[in-house]
Structures are given as structure tokens and as C-alpha cells.
């Protein structure tokens, strides 16, 4: 076998001192970790290796004989550098090493590591060797640790797990939020924080997706330490090593208390009444709707209940709101109690009220007479005595009940229909129930039409003023009452019966009886131009909702003066439903009318709110009799004593007595007797156009004017 010699390479046996500087340069230069340049006392540079190159982009021939300040030193290091440079050649010792922030030749900043040494050879002049390492890489790992930490710190719990799902770590976030330090949970697994709301299926289903995806997030009910319950808001994501196996586990954790109490709080403002703790409208018909669709595919009825609280305006006016709202709370408590659990007791807003009765029967009766059980129930529940505080309150409501089964019903419709049937409860008489059926309907599509009649008739100028005549005991002529009449182009000549409510109803008695006061002070205007009629007066009567407008006294003024009428020619005549409320207010209006020289009379005086108690401190010059009193004259006896009665009660107060409905000669002739002022009715006239009635001032006697249509039935 050959001997083994050594290879006689420029590394073996002593290396000359060329050898070492070829060694030594070949080194500098493919150091390709470290960045080594030389610098001249004055910075200029004379040394620049491959990493240089790398690490601040300038190559060797830009550098060499480059200055270093101008090179890699930022701006704001320029004085700090030079000075450095100076101290190092000054003691030949480098600065000691440290990381700085340098220069790249397209502006970014380079983190190093930077060490220095000065080299001194004989007859030359000194160099200064700086040797950077790429601290780069370095920082961003820094970073990424500085923002995990702060990420683990977050105000989210987290914990990290190993890949049998052992806690290794939770952070001060996850100790807040289970009240389990981290000592306590260290070594566990999240099943210590486990409520058992969640079935074994979930938690399977987890793992699954986790095993597949390496990813899960959703909602979890965890239990803290001390038993509260709570709903989290969780993420796992699986950690992996470069292989692929799972290593960790990292859980992040939300709770979502607050956030559950917001949804909550948002919910209950959106769908609940905040006064009674109802659901509201939209809650209401949202499930009545479903309901409604329910029962067609189930060919089940139900019900709808509308509640209405009677006089509850008079209440609020006389109590005050507060215990109005105290009596609100205490009806929502009843019906709460009364309505099954799957029913529906709701409130629309204000006094009007909601009860939703759901698969009743498939048979419609005994829908019906389960509807109406629940109703009489309501009533009698709603019926009892209330304790406001330290008042006690009777109330009352009234009800009304539309069925709906296999019959397709919009929402709409029904709602319609119950309030149309409540409408009827309250006419009749309140504290009562009535059910919905088609005559209703049919009712309110007439009275829809007869609205938007008046509102074309008041377009097209349909109205006109018809007059009754009204008389002294002799028979003698001294005025009219003005009653409106409308000619429909569709049903003809029509009374005020026909449609006064329904334009008080829809607020179109305003402007009606707007209008009906501006002709009758036209009709004095001119009939004060003429001897024969300068004296007769002329009664309007004025509704509740017109008189309580709050610039009625100044209407009647602009009014009067508009047309130059003597306001002592002018009677107003007011019902007694509007002495019901309010009656303060409602003096200080009539007194400022009577100041203005308005008469003022009391209609229909006996029918309504009649009180001496009130009836002292009005204004008034005149009662009326009504006619239900006059028209069973002189056979009943009842009638007889109610006539005399107001007739005593009028000359007391010093008021004159106006019998309105006096159709024959025995009813005159008894009135009169009893000490009566003044007669209208069909004995003496019938309503009549203006310009009949302008005829018939020129008689001596009017009692002869029936003989005009002797045998026409009375108009009202």
C-alpha cells in the first residue's frame, strides 16, 4: 500500500505572509454573514466585502472612496458617528460592540450588530474595521414575540393546550374572566370550565371538525368558579409542526355576558312595551301573522281580542298620568294572568290592549264560545276594584272578539274587524263584548263612502242652510235655528242625522261647521238690512270638537267682523258632552263669547251630564228642552215632570226655556201653560231653504205655516 503524504496545499506546513493575506482576504470578502468594511481617519472607505454589498445595497465600486456618513449613517447620527470616529483613531481602541440602526441605499433602516477595531501598520495609515451582522431577521422575531406576548395578555382568555389537551399556559385575561388562577388550571384540561348546558354530541362534533379543519369557533356555555354560568365566545386553532402533527391547541375566549345582556335589552325595547312589560304591536303581529298561517294549514281557529280601557281619558284628567300608567301596569298583570302560556297578551299603546288566543278549535262555535269564556273573563278580571296608590279605582273595559280559521285573513283585515267590533262595545253601552260579523263590515264600507262623500260634498259646496222656525207663547216669529243640509248627488237631500258623526269622526266637522257659521252671520248681515227680519236671531249649534279648538274666540271674531253681523243676533248652541271635562276651560271660553255679545243656549238639556253644579256658573241665556221630552205630551205623565222641572229650573236661574219638537196643538198648549218661552217643532215650521223661510217673515203669525206641507212627515 502507498504511503499517506500530505497534500502539499497552501494550508499545509507554515503558510508564507502572502499565503496568510490571500487566506485572510478570501475570508473578509465571502464572510456572508457579517459586513465588514474599512474607513480611513477622515471616513473614507477602503474596504467593502459581499456582505456589505447585501446587507446596504451599495456594491464595492460605489463604495470605495465613498465617505461613511454619506454611506449607511442616517442623518440623525451624523454628529454621533463622526465623534466616535474621531475618539477610536485618537486612542486606537474600537467602541464597545452594540446594536444600531443604519442605512440602506434606498432609505430603509438596517438593524446590526456593529463591533469596531483599528488597525495600525507601520508606515501606513491606520485603519478603522467595522464588522455588522444582519440583526434583520433577528427583529422581526423580536417583534413577533413582543406582539404575541401582548396578544396573549389581550383582553381575550386564552389558554394553550398540548396535543392531549392539557392546559400549559392561560393568561390573566382567561383568570378574570373563570376566576381559575393559573396554577389551577395549569395541568387540567378545559373540561374544568364546563358547564354541562352542552350535550357529549357538541363536544364531539367539535373534535371532529378540529381533527379535520385544525380549526373550530362558536358559542360554548362555561361555568366560572364560583357556579355562574356563562356564554363564551370561542376559537380553537390546532399548532402543527413541520410534519404536519398537531403539537398544541391555542383557545381564545370571549365572553359574551354583555353582549347577551345588550341582544336582550335591544330585544325587549324593539319588541316589548316598556310601561307593562307586554309585547308590543310589532311583536303582536308578527305572531299573528304566523298564527293566521298556522291555523290554514292546521284548520284550527282563533281569536283576536281588542281591549280598550273605558273613560280612561277622564282618568289621566282627573288623576294624572302617573296613576293613569299605574292602572295601565295593573291591567298588563291581569291579563298576564288570564291568557294561556301560548297565547298572546299584548299592548298596541295608549289604553287599547291585545289578547291572541291560538288553536282554539276546529270547530268555528266552539272557537266562538271558547273566544267569548276568555272575554267575559277579561271583563269580569278587569272589572275590579284598583288600588292606585292610595285611591281606589273602579274600571271597567269594553271588548271586542273576531274569530279567524280556515278562511285565508290578511293581518290587516282582522285587525280591522276587531276594532270595528270594539267600536260596537263601546256603543253599546261599554263594559261589554261584542263579536265581529259581516253586516259590521258592511257597515263600515258605507260609513268609508259617506267620508269621502262629505269631503267631495264640502269640495263642491253640496251643503246648505235649511231654517226652523222658533216662536214666543203668541206665536210671534223670533228667529231660526240653522240646520245644515247636505244634497248628495248619490242619496239626495240628506239631515245631519245622516252624517254628522261620521264628520265628527274624521275631524270634517270643522271645516263644516266653519262653514255653517260663516253663512248664518252672512244670512244676519242681510237680514239686518230689512225691518221685517232685523230682529230674529239665528241658533247654530256647535260641536264639542269645534268649541275646544284653542283659537275658536278668535275665529268667531274675524268672523263676525268678516261679515258685519251683530253678535246679539247670533245664538250658539252648545250639547252637554261638552261639559264633561275640562269644564274650567270651557267656561272661560263661553264667558269670552258672551263678552263678545254671543247668545248662548244649552241643547238637548236633560240627556247628558245635566248638574246644578255646573249649571250655575255658565253663561247661559236659554235651555232647551229636548224633544224625547215633548213627544209623549201631554199623555205621559214622566215627560210632564221633566218638562216642568226645567222649565222651574230655567225661570229660577233666570234663563229662558226653548221646547224644541212641538208638533201638536195639546204639547204647545201644555208647555205653555207650565210658563214655557219659546216653541220650535213642526207645528209651528218646518226646516225650510232660506228663501221659504224669508217668505214666511212677512206672515203676522207663524203657527199658520205648517199649513204650508201639512202633510209632510217632520224633517230633522
Same mark, same amino acid.
Given at each position: 500500500m502507498a504511503e499517506l503524504k500530505a497534500d502539499p496545499t497552501p494550508w499545509g506546513g507554515r503558510p508564507s505572509r502572502k499565503d496568510t493575506e490571500v487566506r485572510f482576504k478570501k475570508l473578509f470578502e465571502e464572510a456572508d454573514a457579517m459586513s465588514i468594511q474599512g474607513y480611513l481617519p477622515d471616513g473614507t472607505v477602503v474596504y467593502w466585502n459581499l456582505a456589505s454589498e447585501?446587507?446596504?445595497?451599495?456594491?464595492?465600486?460605489?463604495?470605495?472612496?465613498?465617505?461613511?456618513?454619506?454611506?449607511?449613517?442616517?442623518?440623525?447620527?451624523?454628529?454621533?458617528?463622526?465623534?466616535?470616529?474621531?475618539?477610536?483613531?485618537?486612542?486606537?481602541?474600537g467602541i464597545p460592540p452594540s446594536r444600531l440602526t443604519l442605512k440602506h441605499k434606498d432609505g430603509r433602516r438596517v438593524p446590526v450588530y456593529s463591533s469596531h477595531t483599528i488597525i495600525s501598520i507601520p508606515g501606513q495609515?491606520?485603519?478603522?474595521?467595522?464588522?455588522?451582522?444582519?440583526?434583520?431577521?433577528?427583529?422581526?422575531?423580536?417583534?413577533?414575540?413582543?406582539?404575541?406576548?401582548?396578544?396573549?395578555?389581550s383582553q381575550q382568555g386564552m389558554l394553550i393546550t398540548d396535543a392531549e389537551g392539557v392546559?400549559?399556559?392561560?393568561?390573566?385575561?382567561?383568570?378574570? @374572566?373563570?376566576?381559575?388562577?393559573?396554577?389551577?388550571?395549569?395541568?387540567?384540561?378545559?373540561?374544568?370550565?364546563?358547564?354541562?348546558?352542552?350535550?357529549?354530541?357538541?363536544?364531539?362534533?367539535?373534535?371532529?371538525?378540529?381533527?379535520?379543519?385544525?380549526?373550530?369557533?362558536?358559542?360554548?356555555?362555561?361555568?366560572?368558579?364560583?357556579g355562574e354560568v356563562y356564554a363564551d365566545w370561542v376559537t380553537i386553532s390546532a399548532v402543527k409542526d413541520e410534519q404536519g402533527r398537531v403539537t398544541n391547541y391555542v383557545g381564545t375566549q370571549t365572553d359574551m355576558t354583555q353582549r347577551k345582556n345588550a341582544e336582550a335589552k335591544i330585544t325587549r325595547l324593539a319588541f316589548f312595551d316598556p310601561l307593562t312589560q307586554l309585547p308590543n304591536r310589532r311583536l303582536m303581529l308578527d305572531r299573528l301573522q304566523r298564527s293566521v298561517a298556522a291555523n290554514l294549514r292546521n284548520h284550527r281557529a282563533g281569536a283576536l281580542l281588542f281591549i280598550d280601557v273605558d273613560d280612561f281619558q277622564t282618568l289621566n284628567d282627573t288623576l294624572g298620568h302617573d296613576l293613569g300608567d299605574f292602572l295601565l301596569?295593573?291591567?298588563?298583570?291581569?291579563?298576564?294572568?288570564?291568557?294561556?302560556?301560548?297565547?298572546?297578551?299584548?299592548?298596541?299603546?295608549?289604553?287599547?290592549?291585545?289578547?291572541?288566543?291560538?288553536?282554539?278549535?276546529?270547530?268555528?262555535?266552539?272557537?266562538?264560545?271558547?273566544?267569548?269564556?276568555?272575554?267575559?273573563?277579561?271583563?269580569?278580571? $278587569?272589572?275590579?276594584?284598583?288600588h292606585l296608590q292610595e285611591q281606589e279605582y273602579l274600571g271597567s273595559v269594553s271588548l271586542?272578539?273576531?274569530?279567524?280559521?280556515?278562511?285565508?285573513?290578511?293581518?290587516?283585515?282582522?285587525?280591522?274587524?276587531?276594532?270595528? @267590533? $270594539?267600536?260596537?262595545?263601546?256603543?253599546?253601552?261599554?263594559?261589554?263584548?261584542?263579536?265581529?260579523?259581516?253586516?259590521?263590515?258592511?257597515?263600515?264600507?258605507?260609513?268609508?263612502?259617506?267620508?269621502?262623500?262629505?269631503?267631495?260634498?264640502?269640495?263642491?259646496?253640496?251643503?246648505?242652510?235649511?231654517?226652523?222656525?222658533?216662536?214666543?207663547?203668541?206665536?210671534?216669529?223670533?228667529?231660526?235655528?240653522?240646520?245644515?243640509?247636505?244634497?248628495?248627488?248619490?242619496?239626495?237631500?240628506?239631515?245631519?242625522?245622516?252624517?254628522?258623526?261620521?264628520?265628527?269622526?274624521?275631524?270634517?266637522?270643522?271645516?263644516?261647521?266653519?262653514?255653517?257659521?260663516?253663512?248664518?252671520?252672512?244670512?244676519?248681515?242681510?237680514?239686518?238690512?230689512?225691518?221685517?227680519?232685523?230682529?230674529?236671531?239665528?241658533?247654530?249649534n256647535v260641536s264639542a270638537r269645534q268649541f275646544r279648538q284653542a283659537d275658536f274666540v278668535d275665529q268667531m271674531v274675524a268672523t263676525l267682523n268678516r261679515f258685519q253681523t251683530n253678535p246679539r243676533r247670533l245664538k250658539l248652541e252648545l250639547t252637554e258632552s261638552l261639559l264633561v271635562d275640562q269644564l274650567d276651560e270651557v267656561i272661560v271660553t263661553m264667558s269670552a263669547l258672551k263678552a263678545l255679545g254671543l247668545g248662548l243656549a244649552l241643547d238637548d238639556f236633560g240627556t247628558g251630564y245635566s248638574s246644578l253644579a255646573y249649571l250655575r256658573h255658565l253663561p247661559l241665556e236659554q235651555l232647551k228642552i229636548d224633544r224625547s221630552f215633548v213627544r209623549d205630551l201631554p199623555a205621559d205623565h214622566d215627560s210632564a215632570a221633566i218638562a216642568r222641572t226645567i222649565i222651574v229650573l230655567g225661570q229660577t236661574m233666570g234663563l229662558r226655556v226653548l221646547a224644541e219638537g212641538v208638533e201638536t196643538q195639546a204639547q204647545r198648549d201644555l208647555l205653555a201653560s207650565l210658563g214655557c218661552h219659546y216653541f220650535q217643532g213642526y207645528f209651528f215650521g218646518e226646516p225650510m231653504p232660506t228663501d221659504a223661510f224669508q217668505e214666511l217673515t212677512s206672515g203676522p203669525k207663524v203657527n199658520a205655516a205648517r199649513l204650508i206641507h201639512p202633510t209632510a212627515e217632520p224633517v230633522l
Open positions: 447585501r446587507i446596504y445595497g451599495y456594491t464595492a465600486a460605489e463604495a470605495l472612496g465613498a465617505n461613511l456618513l454619506d454611506l449607511i449613517i442616517p442623518p440623525e447620527m451624523h454628529d454621533q458617528a463622526a465623534a466616535a470616529v474621531r475618539w477610536m483613531f485618537e486612542t486606537g481602541k495609515s491606520p485603519v478603522m474595521f467595522c464588522m455588522d451582522a444582519d440583526m434583520s431577521a433577528l427583529d422581526q422575531a423580536e417583534a413577533e414575540l413582543r406582539i404575541a406576548a401582548a396578544a396573549f395578555e392546559i400549559l399556559r392561560v393568561n390573566a385575561a382567561f383568570t378574570r @374572566a373563570t376566576g381559575y388562577a393559573a396554577a389551577e388550571a395549569v395541568g387540567k384540561t378545559p373540561r374544568l370550565i364546563r358547564s354541562g348546558r352542552q350535550p357529549p354530541e357538541f363536544y364531539r362534533a367539535l373534535w371532529q371538525d378540529l381533527r379535520t379543519a385544525g380549526f373550530w369557533q362558536g358559542e360554548i356555555w362555561n361555568q366560572r368558579k364560583n301596569q295593573q291591567i298588563a298583570q291581569r291579563l298576564s294572568v288570564i291568557v294561556r302560556e301560548r297565547d298572546t297578551a299584548a299592548r298596541l299603546g295608549g289604553d287599547e290592549f291585545v289578547v291572541l288566543l291560538e288553536d282554539l278549535s276546529s270547530d268555528l262555535t266552539e272557537a266562538a264560545a271558547a273566544a267569548k269564556t276568555v272575554g267575559d273573563t277579561i271583563l269580569t278580571s $278587569l272589572s275590579q276594584v284598583y271586542g272578539i273576531t274569530l279567524f280559521s280556515q278562511q285565508e285573513s290578511s293581518v290587516d283585515e282582522l285587525l280591522k274587524q276587531a276594532d270595528l @267590533a $270594539l267600536y260596537e262595545a263601546k256603543a253599546a253601552g261599554r263594559n261589554t263584548l261584542r263579536f265581529f260579523d259581516l253586516e259590521m263590515q258592511a257597515a263600515v264600507t258605507r260609513r268609508a263612502a259617506l267620508m269621502n262623500g262629505l269631503r267631495e260634498g264640502l269640495r263642491r259646496q253640496q251643503f246648505k242652510l235649511f231654517l226652523q222656525p222658533q216662536v214666543n207663547c203668541d206665536g210671534t216669529l223670533v228667529g231660526a235655528e240653522a240646520l245644515v243640509r247636505w244634497h248628495c248627488p248619490i242619496r239626495g237631500l240628506m239631515s245631519p242625522a245622516d252624517f254628522i258623526s261620521v264628520a265628527e269622526e274624521s275631524g270634517l266637522i270643522l271645516p263644516l261647521g266653519q262653514w255653517v257659521l260663516e253663512t248664518a252671520c252672512a244670512l244676519l248681515a242681510t237680514w239686518a238690512a230689512h225691518p221685517a227680519t232685523e230682529h230674529l236671531t239665528l241658533a247654530v
